[in-house]
């Protein structure tokens, strides 16, 4: 049950990162994917689950934005 929990957290940031930065869902996968975000989702679910959704969705850009990420 643990892993359909992280996968429908994983998605549910992929969307609603892209929302929040004007992206469609598939940009928005890409764009984590290629930015490690994805990654990052799944290493520090444990974490970023327990937090407000904004918040986790802050981390995920700043994450993002050191390996290369251009979204301010």
Do not use: P
């Amino acid at each position: 049950m643990e892993m359909m929990d992280r996968i429908r957290y994983i998605n549910m940031c992929i969307v609603e990162f892209g929302k929040k930065f004007g992206m469609t869902a598939q940009l928005s996968y890409l764009y984590l994917k290629r930015y490690n975000g994805l990654a990052f989702l799944d290493k520090c679910y444990e974490a970023e689950h327990l937090q407000s959704l904004d918040s986790a969705l802050d981390d995920l850009k700043i994450y993002c934005k050191r390996h290369g990420g251009t979204i301010r």
